[in-house]
C-alpha cells in the first residue's frame, strides 16, 4: 500500500475529491419540522468553480483545433449569446475527450479499448454524430436511463415484486422509444387488480402511506392506507418529476406569507389550489391485497370507487387539512375536468399537453448532459420568472437561456415528445462537445453562458461499473432466483454484472459501504448528484472493491496482460487505455515501466490501482 502511495503522488498527487461545498437549503421559517422536501439555491456556479478546480488533472494535450461549428439551433442560441456579450468559450473537445464523456453521459460506461482505437482510427467527419446515434437507444443506454428513472420515481420494496415488472416495462418503453407524455399519462392513470400484473400501476403503489396501527381491526381495508396523505404524495411526485415544480411547502399552508424569498409563482398560491389539484386522484382507492387476513403492503390493487377528496381531513404528514373546493382543477390553468371524464385521465392530459411539461423535461435531461439546468435545480421552476419581458417586482428572470429553454420544449413536443431525439439534439450540439479546459482566465459569471464543458462526479453505479470494466473484473448482481441451467425462471439470466443493470440498488457487505459513500440513493427520499467527501478517497484506497480487483488473479485485466506481453510497456499501454481511455504522455509511461522492470506483477498491480484513483477516472469530463 506504501509503495502504491508513492508512486500515485509521483505520478499525478492525490486525488481532489474534496470540491467545492454543496448548495445549502433554503430554510422556511414557516414550515414545521420534515412538513416538505428542502428548496435549493441554483449550483451553477459550484460547477464552474469545480471545473476550473479540476481541470488542469487532466493531460495536456493538443486542444482542439476544428472551429466550433453551429449544428443546430442550441448552438444558435449558446454562442450567440456569448457573441453578443463578449464571452470566450473553451474549444472543442478532443475525440478522446468526447468519446469517453459521450460514452460516460449517454450509457454510464467507459470505452472498451477496442472503441477507442476504432473511434481515433476513424477519419469521418461525422463520426461524433455517428457514436451518437449508435449509443441512444442501445441496450446500455436503456439501463442506464432506467436506473435514472428508477431512482427519481423512488423504486423500491414498497412495491413489493412488482418493481421487476416495472423496471421490465421502463426498460422496453426507453428501448422502443415510446412517446413520454403516452408514458406518463399511462402512470398518473393507472388501475390494475394487482400492480404484480400491471406494470404502470407500481408508482402509484410505491407511493402509499400506511394508516395508523390498529385502524383496520373493523375489517375496513382501506384504513391500512391512509388515502389522502396518499393522494397528496402523489401529487407531489408529479408536480416535481413532470412539471419541475416543487408543491410541497403550498401541500401545507399557503404560498404567501412563506415562499416571498423562494418562489414568486407559488406565493400567488393557496393551499387549496393544492387540494384541487390532488383532488384528480379523490377518488382513486389503494387497497392492499390480503393474504390469510393479513395485508401485503407492497401488493395493491388500485382502482377510482373512491367518494374524493376530503379537504378538512387529518393528515399524518401534515398540518390539518383547512378546508376548500375539493372540485378537480389543474393547478397550472385552472382547467377543471370535463363532465363525465375520468379524472385520472383528465389530469394526465392537462398535464402532459401544457407547455412547461415539454418544458421541464427538457431541462430535466439537459441539466443531466451540460452538468447544469437551464433552470437549476431543474425541479424548482418559478413560472413568474421564465419571460424576462414580464418579471415580478424585484426579482431576476430564473432561466440562463430563457429562449432556448422554449425552443427545446417546442422540439420535445414537436418530436411525438422523443426522449431519444432529444438526447441526440443535445449531444450533437457544439455546446455539449465544448472541452472542459478553458484558455484564459476563467470568471465565475462565465458558468451561466456554458462557455465551457462542466465535470462531474460518477454516481456509485458509473464508478462501481467502471472499475469492473477497467479491471475486465465484474460483478455479480441477482435479478431472479435461478434454476439449475443457471437462467430464471423465465428463461432470462438470473444474474447481471453491472450495477446499473439491476431494479434496485442491492449491494452487501462491503460493496454496500463502497457504494453507501458515492451517494448511492436508498431509494428512500429523492436522490441527490454526488458530493465529495472525506471518506471517497479512503475507499478508493483501501475498500476490497478497487483492492482485489487490481490483483492479478481471477482473470483481471492485469493478469490478463501480464500473461500476454511480454513487453512491459504494452501492459503499461493496455492499462492506462483500458482505465483512463487514452494512452500514456511520455513522463507517465518511463515511470510506470520503470516500476514494472522492478517487480512485474507488483508494479502493474499498483499501476492499475493509480489509475483508478486519478481525478481523471473519477469524474466525467
Not at 64 to 74: E, G, Y
Not at 419 to 448: D, H, V
Not at 461 to 479: Q, W
Request: proline residues 7%; neutral net charge; hydrophobic residues 40%.
Amino acid at each position: 500500500m506504501v509503495y502504491r502511495v508513492v508512486l500515485f503522488i509521483l505520478l499525478w498527487g492525490l486525488p481532489l475529491l474534496a470540491a467545492e461545498p454543496q448548495a445549502r437549503p433554503v430554510e422556511d421559517k414557516g414550515m414545521p419540522a420534515g412538513a416538505h422536501a428542502p428548496l435549493f439555491r441554483p449550483k451553477g456556479s459550484q460547477a464552474g468553480r469545480l471545473t476550473e478546480r479540476l481541470a488542469p488533472s487532466l493531460p495536456n494535450s493538443a486542444a482542439a483545433t476544428a472551429a466550433v461549428v453551429h449544428r443546430n439551433f442550441i448552438d444558435d442560441e449558446i454562442f450567440g449569446k456569448m457573441k453578443r456579450d463578449g464571452v470566450p468559450h473553451a474549444p472543442l473537445a478532443t475525440d478522446l475527450e468526447f468519446l469517453r464523456r459521450a460514452k460516460l453521459d449517454l450509457t454510464g460506461r467507459i470505452p472498451t479499448p477496442v472503441e477507442v482505437r476504432e473511434f481515433i482510427a476513424d477519419r469521418a467527419a461525422d463520426k461524433r454524430a455517428r457514436l451518437i446515434d449508435q449509443m441512444v437507444g442501445s441496450p446500455e443506454f436503456v439501463d442506464k436511463w432506467a436506473y435514472f428513472f428508477m431512482d427519481i420515481l423512488r423504486a423500491n420494496g414498497k412495491m413489493g415484486r412488482g418493481y421487476q415488472l416495472f423496471h421490465y416495462a421502463l426498460k422496453e418503453s426507453l428501448a422502443a422509444d415510446r412517446p413520454y407524455d403516452d408514458w406518463v399519462r399511462s402512470l398518473i392513470a393507472s388501475s390494475a387488480k394487482s400492480n404484480y400484473v400491471v406494470a404502470s400501476a407500481n408508482p402509484i403503489a410505491r407511493e402509499h402511506v400506511e394508516g395508523k396501527p390498529g385502524e383496520a381491526a373493523d375489517g375496513d381495508d382501506l384504513s391500512k392506507v391512509n388515502q389522502i396523505d396518499t393522494h397528496d404524495e402523489l401529487t407531489i411526485l408529479y408536480g416535481k418529476i413532470f412539471l419541475g415544480i416543487n408543491l410541497s411547502c403550498i401541500s401545507c399552508h399557503n404560498g404567501g406569507g412563506h415562499l416571498e424569498k423562494v418562489n414568486a409563482y407559488l406565493t400567488t398560491k393557496r393551499r387549496v389550489d393544492f387540494f384541487q389539484e390532488a383532488a384528480f386522484l379523490g377518488k382513486t382507492r389503494y387497497i392492499p391485497h390480503v393474504e390469510k387476513s393479513a395485508a401485503v403492503m407492497g401488493h395493491f390493487f388500485v382502482d377510482d370507487g373512491g367518494a374524493g377528496y376530503n379537504t378538512k381531513a387529518d393528515s399524518m404528514l401534515r398540518n390539518r387539512r383547512s378546508g376548500g373546493s375539493n372540485v378537480p382543477k389543474f393547478i397550472l390553468s385552472d382547467e377543471v375536468a370535463r363532465p363525465g371524464a375520468e379524472p385520472r385521465e383528465e389530469l394526465g392530459r392537462m398535464l402532459t399537453g401544457h407547455p412547461q411539461f415539454a418544458r421541464a423535461t427538457a431541462n430535466m435531461f439537459w441539466a443531466k448532459l451540460m452538468g447544469v439546468g437551464i433552470v437549476d435545480p431543474y425541479d424548482e421552476f418559478d413560472l413568474a420568472r421564465l419571460d424576462p419581458k414580464n418579471l415580478p417586482e424585484g426579482w431576476d428572470v430564473q432561466p440562463s437561456h430563457p429562449e432556448l429553454l422554449e425552443k427545446l420544449g417546442k422540439y420535445f413536443r414537436e418530436n411525438d415528445h422523443s426522449l431519444q431525439k432529444l438526447f441526440k439534439l443535445i449531444c450533437n450540439s457544439s455546446a455539449y462537445q465544448l472541452s472542459a479546459r478553458f484558455p484564459g482566465e476563467w470568471k465565475e459569471s462565465y458558468t451561466r453562458y456554458y462557455s465551457r464543458k462542466f465535470v462531474r462526479m460518477l454516481t456509485a453505479e458509473e464508478l462501481h461499473d467502471a472499475i469492473a470494466m477497467a479491471t475486465s473484473r465484474p460483478g455479480k448482481f441477482v435479478i431472479a432466483s435461478k434454476k439449475e441451467d443457471g437462467t430464471s425462471d423465465g428463461g432470462a439470466p438470473s444474474s447481471v454484472q453491472m450495477a446499473m443493470q439491476v431494479a434496485v440498488p442491492q449491494p452487501k457487505g462491503e460493496l454496500k459501504s463502497f457504494m453507501a459513500a458515492f451517494g448511492e440513493s436508498n431509494r428512500g427520499s429523492p436522490p441527490r448528484p454526488p458530493t465529495p467527501s472525506p471518506l471517497q478517497p479512503i475507499m478508493m484506497m483501501r475498500s476490497p472493491v478497487v483492492n482485489d480487483r487490481v490483483l492479478a488473479a481471477k482473470d483481471s485485466r492485469v493478469q490478463r496482460l501480464l500473461d500476454s506481453y511480454a513487453d512491459n510497456g504494452k501492459v503499461v499501454d493496455e492499462l492506462f487505455l483500458g482505465t483512463l481511455s487514452r494512452q500514456p504522455l511520455p513522463a507517465e509511461r518511463m515511470l510506470a515501466v520503470s516500476a514494472l522492470d522492478k517487480s512485474r506483477v507488483d508494479g502493474a498491480q499498483n499501476l492499475q490501482w493509480a489509475l483508478l484513483n486519478l481525478v481523471e477516472f473519477l469524474y466525467n469530463f
